[in-house]
């Protein structure tokens, strides 16, 4: 008897959910169909700060690549380029980027340089050969190091 209850009860939630499904489906599957599902009103905040998200690191991802190809022209220094990077990084307040800190380097200027170095690197080897790329890491390197040694840190321009 207590089977026979089991399922009757389990038919009767099924049954349930199924019939709101129904109520539901017609609207949820034009949508669909259209590709038009839209997000709950309790979504909706989450998915336009996500947007935002991305619309901010596409801008500053811009950015970054015009600074370095900048500081690879030479119009800009090393230490130019990380305090820029180290704007881009801060702002917005609402988005700011943290990987940077992870960098290995003893304050935040040094980090800053070698986030720099790092985009440079990385984004200059589609623009100018491989060999201009590595002779201009070495210098920007040699720069880095020779700044510490004679400041103990790195001190970038306001």
Not at 26 to 53: C, F, Y
């Amino acid at each position: 008897m207590a089977g026979l209850i089991r399922l009757v009860t389990g038919l009767a939630v099924m049954a349930a959910a199924l019939g709101g499904l129904d109520s539901a489906w017609p609207t949820w599957m034009d949508d669909v169909s259209r590709g038009q599902l839209r997000p709950s009103d309790e979504s909706a905040p989450v998915i336009a700060a996500r947007e935002r998200e991305h619309d901010v690191i596409a801008e500053r991802t811009a950015a970054r690549h015009k600074l370095v190809r900048r500081l690879a022209a030479g119009e800009i220094t090393l230490f130019e380029a990380a305090a820029r990077f180290g704007e881009l990084n801060r702002t917005p307040a609402d988005v700011p980027d943290r990987g940077w800190r992870m960098i290995e380097g003893n304050c935040d200027g040094e980090k800053l340089c070698r986030q720099v170095i790092i985009w440079a690197e990385a984004n200059l080897r589609t623009e100018v050969s491989a060999e201009r790329v590595e002779a201009l890491c070495r210098s920007w390197q040699k720069a880095l190091d020779g700044h510490i040694a004679r400041n103990g840190r790195v001190v970038l321009p306001e």
